[in-house]
């Protein structure tokens, strides 16, 4: 009688909402009851729900989520339980609508039917999905710096080591100025190339 009543009551105050979806099934599965916002945003599917078996709003394969989702309800009768299920948009594509399932019992506390609580997360879905999508980039583009900086840790310091090495034993030859003037220049070239490789190599792997 108390699940009843707080049903009846749940209905008055969000009948008309512009936000929740409210709807009810009795135990055929059948549709007894949908709020103005769900009428309003489904009409394209059918102009009356009223009597109408729940499946016909929804994805095919989200009607085994919906029958387990209700026999979780009956086992638990206190307590809501969650489903995302994707509904007809009218236009062959479906927006994705988050549900809480309640199981209604009558005067006689017998399985009456299932309230269902909702609301449209399609655009929330989709941002998800866009964040989703720019992290993976972000990872990815960040293994591709992290390669980078290997290979000029690596494999470029590598020869330049060996070039640096060579400069400093033609530095301890004895050779004219001129050989001398370009050797200095080759080593402080080569230590500010060899700078310029370890500051990516430290801000890459910060």
């Known amino acids: 009688?108390?699940?009843?009543?707080y049903f009846e009551e749940t209905k008055q105050?969000?009948?008309?909402?512009?936000f929740f979806f409210i709807v009810a099934t009795n135990m055929d599965g059948k549709y007894t009851y949908?709020?103005?916002?769900?009428a309003k945003e489904f009409y394209s599917i059918n102009n009356s729900f009223v009597g109408k078996p729940y499946q016909i709003s929804m994805h095919p394969?989200?009607?085994k989520t919906c029958e387990e989702v209700s026999a979780k309800c009956f086992g638990a009768?206190?307590?809501l339980f969650p489903a995302t299920i994707r509904k007809h948009d009218g236009n062959g594509g479906y927006i994705i609508t988050q549900w809480e399932y309640k199981a209604i019992f009558d005067?006689?506390?017998k399985p009456a039917g299932i309230f269902c609580l909702?609301?449209?997360i399609t655009k929330y879905e989709e941002e998800k999905k866009q964040l989703n999508y720019a992290e993976a980039e972000i990872l990815k583009k960040s293994a591709i710096?992290?390669?980078i900086a290997f290979q000029q840790s690596h494999l470029i310091r590598a020869p330049l080591t060996n070039i640096m090495g060579l400069v400093d034993i033609l530095d301890k030859m004895e050779v004219d100025n001129n050989i001398n003037n370009i050797c200095k220049m080759i080593l402080e070239s080569s230590n500010k190339l060899d700078k310029v490789i370890r500051d990516i190599v430290d801000l890459t792997y910060k």
Do not use: A, C, V
């Open 1 to 5: 009688m108390e699940n009843m009543k």
């Open 13 to 18: 105050i969000l009948d008309k909402s512009r």
């Open 34 to 38: 949908i709020n103005s916002h769900y």
């Open 61 to 63: 394969d989200d009607i």
């Open 77 to 79: 009768p206190d307590e």
């Open 107 to 109: 005067e006689e506390n």
């Open 118 to 120: 909702g609301y449209n």
């Open 145 to 147: 710096l992290k390669n």
